[in-house]
């Protein structure tokens, strides 16, 4: 009886608190769903808490649970109309776009500021539909941890067949060299000998792998490389 009791409760707290944290969702506006900046995820993560323990702990105090969520929804609309009014509070509680790429060029020492490694720059330029990063005039991580890329306007397929120009498939890239280590693999499946990526090396003056940070080779054996010593200079700013 008591074990139904409790169930019963259980049951009556998630029928009163969903549709409360729906509202309240709703009310702090699409902005903290969709893009979720640092203030807003930590919001998220207190409401999950709050209604995690009210709903599997019966003796914490319902309504308790009910006035804090309204008052942290309250905060954050607070917070948001703060960011929106003053500029360099807005700046302070969220992070600054970052230019990672130049020109192709990857900036090795903005993508280790911002802590993220090789393997996320390369797999979110595939997500944006980039498979070969010369392609890329201008990449940007921004507040919200997504890539955001300018390609060159020679390298957009719209402008290409809009001229009617058959073009051939070399915009795909495949990594050979990622900091420092070859992938020979890589070599293989396009009938590439690792002699010959050396040869091609040196012909750029380059002749320890390890210096290379990154080099691809795209469909028509054309390399691309950039070195840990090659940081691109990167200026204006971009603001918020």
């Known amino acids: 009886m008591e074990l139904l009791k409790e169930l019963m409760l259980i049951f009556g707290r998630i029928v009163t608190i969903i549709p409360l944290l729906l509202v309240v969702t709703l009310v702090m506006g699409r902005r903290a769903i969709g893009e979720l900046p640092v203030f807003d995820f930590l919001v998220v993560l207190v409401l999950g808490s709050v209604v995690g323990t009210d ?3 019966p003796s914490v105090e319902h309504l308790h649970t009910a006035v804090t969520i309204v008052l942290i929804a309250l905060l954050q609309r607070l917070i948001a109309k703060l ?6 509070f807005g700046k302070l509680i969220t992070f600054d776009p970052t230019v990672v790429i130049k020109d192709g060029q990857i900036s090795r020492t903005n993508i280790k500021k911002i802590r993220y490694s090789l393997d996320n ?11 070969d990063i010369t392609h890329v005039h201008l990449g940007i991580i921004e507040s919200n941890g997504k890539l955001t890329v300018y390609k060159h306007p020679a390298n957009d397929v719209v402008t290409i067949n809009d001229l009617g120009i058959e073009k051939s498939l070399d915009g795909i890239a495949y990594p050979v060299v990622i900091e420092g280590k070859v992938y020979r693999k890589v070599l293989t499946d396009l009938h590439l000998t690792e002699e010959w990526l ?4 040196e012909k750029k003056g380059i002749k320890d792998i390890n210096r290379i940070f990154l080099a691809t080779i795209n469909e028509r054996n054309e ?4 070195l840990y010593d090659s940081n691109p200079v990167i200026k204006p700013d971009v603001i918020h």
């Open 121 to 131: 720059i390369l797999q979110m330029l595939r997500e944006n539909g980039i498979f």
């Open 198 to 201: 050396n040869q091609e090396l």
């Open 223 to 226: 390399m691309y490389v950039s």
């Open 55 to 57: 709903i599997a702990d």
């Open 83 to 88: 960011a929106i009014s003053f500029r360099k």
